[in-house]
């Protein structure tokens, strides 16, 4: 059963730039949730998705989006790019909202110069 | 008050010994609990999970769950150098897929 899949794994980009992430989630998993992990704020929560509906997001300005398909897969966008958004963001996957565990992504390295 | 709180280390251990690693959180509303571990430059991976009470142990590892001290524990038996990462404690509300981490406790273990 393939795991969480990530694309691109590596990315740099210049200030004011956006850009587009994807994330395709286990097989029959239906939530997809992104986190941003930096050195100095560790795994921080964006935004969950659920059934193509956005069910929660973290406190992250609105410059930061994402969506999901009907096939589960997602994406997320970040526009107007700054230098602190250089992170690892970091796709999970889980079969349902709740008690269930969720399954990381290798993650994309998002670099902006 | 951080919501998850652990501590950074390093913790040293020598191999084959029990390494405790340790994690409170602040929301009584938390559900599920999860440890993951994360090696440098790769992603978290998970390793235990805990939603009752007490011990619940897979292999080498037990995560102990006390909901009335709002503390989860992460034991490791018989220690190896491969086990030498950083271990993320998570905490989940009831009805959300929103994991709340703390910053992580690097171990170290010495061969």
């Known amino acids: 059963k393939a795991g969480v899949t990530q694309t691109p794994r590596y990315l740099i980009k210049t200030r004011g730039q956006q850009v587009t992430l994807s994330c395709s989630p286990i097989?029959?998993?239906?939530?997809v949730s992104w986190y941003q992990q930096t050195p100095g704020q560790g795994l921080q929560f964006l935004f969950e998705y659920f059934s193509e509906t956005q069910r929660n997001k973290g406190n992250f300005p609105g410059r930061f989006s994402g969506r999901q398909f009907s096939n589960s897969r997602s994406e997320m966008n970040v526009s107007t790019l700054e230098l602190g958004d250089s992170a690892l963001y970091l796709c999970?996957?889980?079969?349902?909202?709740?008690?269930?565990?969720?399954?990381f992504g290798q993650g994309t390295r998002l670099t902006v110069v | 008050q951080k919501e998850v709180e652990q501590n950074s280390g390093p913790l040293s251990v020598p191999e084959g010994a029990i390494a405790s690693l340790n994690c409170t959180y602040s929301d009584r509303g938390s559900q599920s609990f999860f440890w993951y571990r994360q090696y440098s430059g790769k992603s978290p991976e998970l390793i235990m999970f805990?939603?009752?009470?007490g011990d619940k142990e897979d292999g080498r590892f037990t995560a102990q769950l006390n909901k009335a001290s709002q503390y989860v524990s992460l034991l490791i038996r018989d220690s190896q150098p491969s086990d030498s990462a950083t271990y993320l404690c998570a905490v989940n509300r009831a009805g959300f897929q929103k994991l709340v981490f703390g910053t992580g406790t690097r171990l170290l273990v010495s061969p």
């Open positions: 097989s029959g998993h239906r939530s």
């Open positions: 805990i939603y009752s009470n």
């Open positions: 999970a996957s889980s079969a349902d909202r709740g008690e269930t565990e969720a399954f």
